[in-house]
């Protein structure tokens, strides 16, 4: 059985930073049964040699659009599927992924949390509150006697700002708002005292004017805890607000990354500058052209492209406007653009003839 070892010192880390949670090349294919048995086999390429790194105390974005696989990229991390190529590292060492039904996994998930985008559906109606949190803790051996538990318990729902506790530990899902529903699954996740959490699109189901709140706490619970933060969300502006870094991904390749404010004012691949065009922002309209030139406002060119049969290359030259015969060709190497800031496009990267 592989062994996950605690941390012996968050100091070190604090010296010497190193990522605590790695996906290399990774490479994700579901099987299609379009066509019937008797067609030969096709694959729908959702996620296509993908790389990133979380780091404690740390938040990173994962910004698309709908469709261009960051919640399959966040169930990879969370191991609710395999990867068809590539390989996943917890502090470092290889996490094996074939051993599905082993304590590796159960082990694993202590420490990776994820937070689904639908509070509801990922919470059972058929039982209290109490039920859905005391359910990790036992499962994970963290208490040992009910008046622990119930002190744990309340001791949760304060963490996530559900107070007084005891008006809540006792009720159903169905009696909660959608923001008390989320903060329900925060608490959940947090009950195992993971240390990486993968908030997949966690305020997109919520109304507009709680949004912030649970953004907040969720930062909040980064800075206290150091955890590592994924954030996955369609809206590049809550990105800005919320990490340090965002990372953006088209039709399932990673195109653009670096440090947020970086990325989000300095777009520099063309899927990033028509993510920054379509967002609302009343400033724009002041903005000098000639100054900003990748911040002006582009036109919509169509739709993320299916997977069953992905464009090759740069899946983006289909709807790109700097689109060369290159790009169909072959996808381009990574172009550091400094600061930490790089893209993935021939703009930037200029092949050999």
Partial sequence: ???????????????????????LHIRKYFASRQGGPLRARAFIHAVEDVSLALYPGKATALVGESGSGKSTMARLLARMYDPTEGEIRFRGQP???????????REYRRHVQLIFQDPFSSLNPVHTIRHHLAGPLRVYRRVRSRAEEEELLLELLQRVNLEPAEQFID??????SGGQRQRIAIARALAVQPEVLLADEPVSMLDVSIRLDILNLLLNLKDEERLALLF??????SA????EETVVMYAGQLVEGGPSDEVIQHPAHPYTQLLISAAPNPARSNLDAAESPELVELPARGEIPGLLHP???CRFHTRCPHAMPVCKQRFPERTDLGGGHWTNCFLYNTPEE
């Fill in 1 to 23: 059985m592989q062994k996950i070892d605690q941390p012996e010192n968050h100091l070190a880390e604090e010296e010497q930073p190193d990522a605590i949670l790695e996906a």
């Fill in 95 to 105: 996490i094996n992924l074939k051993k599905r039904s082993s304590g590796v996994l």
């Fill in 171 to 176: 009720k159903y899902p169905h009696q909660l």
């Fill in 232 to 237: 996955i969300t369609h809206d590049i502006a």
């Fill in 240 to 243: 800005r607000y919320f990490a």
């Fill in 311 to 313: 464009p090759s290359g």
